[in-house]
């Protein structure tokens, strides 16, 4: 998408397949927000926009508008809240103890649940299953969060939405990738009926990583992680 017009210019450095990328990606979408994508390679050769863009932590995803650089996903998600909240949708409350509400799940997802995922990414045996035993927990207390609406925001998706939907392509391949069962539709079957409809917005559906591509992706990774050393 060309980034440049009526919001501005604005530019979005990245990964398509980063699940943090994918947050941002949405938030513009849902704002109908213009924007060049910029591909990054994060591994062997991060760029000198990046890394003037982002000289502390050196990561993605980076926005920049009109040359001025917003990091870390969340952040970067309530600046397009707050830059352009003439524009429907509205990603935050207007009251100030709902907002409060929203930044603490949207903090919970980053600090208590993706860890857990990404445990039942790395972890073998033993390791793994406590992973899966936490991530399920923290799942839990998600979907009692949920509880009596479509989306975490209400009848629209909000801030929380975006925080956990832009994971959701991610854990949903974790579980095939592992064999693990994080979202039981028995146990969760709010936080299911929210995946489903989550997935499905018009907005959202055409910014998601492409699964079967993740697949390849993080099987690849996987396969590195629990093969024994070569050699003796």
Not at 119 to 129: A, K
Request: glycine share 8%.
């Amino acid at each position: 998408m060309e980034g440049c017009g009526e919001d501005g210019q604005v530019k979005l450095l990245g990964v398509i397949h980063s699940p943090f990328v994918v947050r941002v990606r949405i938030a513009l979408a849902l704002k109908g927000i213009h924007y060049e994508f910029i591909e990054e390679e994060v591994l062997n050769n991060k760029s000198e926009l990046l890394l003037q863009s982002n000289p502390v932590h050196k990561k993605i995803p980076v926005l920049i508008h009109n040359g001025k650089p917003v990091c870390e996903s969340m952040i970067i998600v309530q600046y397009i809240e707050e830059a352009w909240g003439n524009k429907a949708f509205n990603f935050m409350p207007k009251d100030p103890y709902d907002r409060a509400i929203a930044r603490f799940w949207a903090a919970f997802i980053d600090d208590k649940l993706t860890p857990s995922i990404w445990g039942v990414f790395n972890g073998v045996g033993e390791e793994q299953q406590k992973a899966v035993e936490e991530s399920v927990a923290n799942l839990l207390l998600l979907e009692e969060a949920l509880s009596g609406k479509a989306y975490f925001g209400g009848d629209e998706i909000g801030l929380v939405d975006i925080a956990l939907g832009g994971l959701l392509v991610g854990v949903q391949t974790i579980e095939r990738v592992t064999g693990s069962v994080l979202i039981d539709t028995l146990k969760m079957p709010l936080l299911s009926t929210w995946a489903h409809k989550f997935c499905k917005a018009e907005e959202v559906k055409e910014v998601l990583t492409d699964p079967a591509k993740l697949f390849e992706l993080l099987s690849e990774i996987r396969a590195n992680l629990t093969s024994p050393p070569a050699g003796n």
